[in-house]
């Protein structure tokens, strides 16, 4: 099938995005890398009248996508799911999400799907993320209980 017309429209900034949302409200979808979204528009299971494209917005994605803070771990929400398997600070900080992101759906799919994208989707059984947050957050639990 394809997907029913849309109209499109890029936004530059999240501010921009942000704007945009509230001028066309609930018939409006941000579109990421759109691995989750197009699918569905295409089957009908999605059928936004005006997409949002939110792929170029500097700093949330890119390379500045990822930083470490002390110890906090930022990711932006349009880092992709291979920039993020393959950042060396995420490989030496957060091993875990490092694995689990190799068993996210394949190649092409993570060349162009976004974290953001991955959490807020909610056409497929998109788990990747969310087990991964669940898995640190229960490991880092039972690390500090064993710890006393
Ligand atoms: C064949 C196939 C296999 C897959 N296998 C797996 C798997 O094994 N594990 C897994 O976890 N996932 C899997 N996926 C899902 C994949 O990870 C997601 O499609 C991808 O991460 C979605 O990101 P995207 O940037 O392409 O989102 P998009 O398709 O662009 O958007 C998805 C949704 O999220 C919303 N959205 C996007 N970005 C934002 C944002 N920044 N803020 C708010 N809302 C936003 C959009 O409006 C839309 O509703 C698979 C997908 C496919 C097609």
Do not use: W
């Amino acid at each position: 099938m394809k997907a029913s017309a849309f109209d499109y429209v890029r936004a530059k900034t999240t501010a921009e995005a942000c704007a945009l949302l509230t001028e066309y409200g609930p018939d409006v979808r941000l579109l990421a890398g759109g691995q989750s979204l197009l699918p569905a528009m295409s089957l009908r299971l999605a059928s936004p009248g005006m997409s949002i494209g939110i792929g170029r917005i500097g700093r949330i994605g890119g390379p500045d996508a990822i930083e470490v803070r002390g110890k906090v771990l930022r990711i932006g929400a349009l880092a992709r799911h291979q920039t993020v398997l393959r950042d060396a600070r995420v490989v030496e900080h957060v091993p875990l999400l490092t694995e689990a992101l190799r068993h996210v759906a394949h190649p092409a799919i993570r060349t162009r799907g976004t974290a953001g994208g991955n959490l807020a989707g909610n056409y497929c059984r998109c788990t990747g993320y969310h087990t991964i947050v669940d898995a640190i957050v229960t490991t880092a639990a039972a690390g500090r209980r064993a710890g006393g």
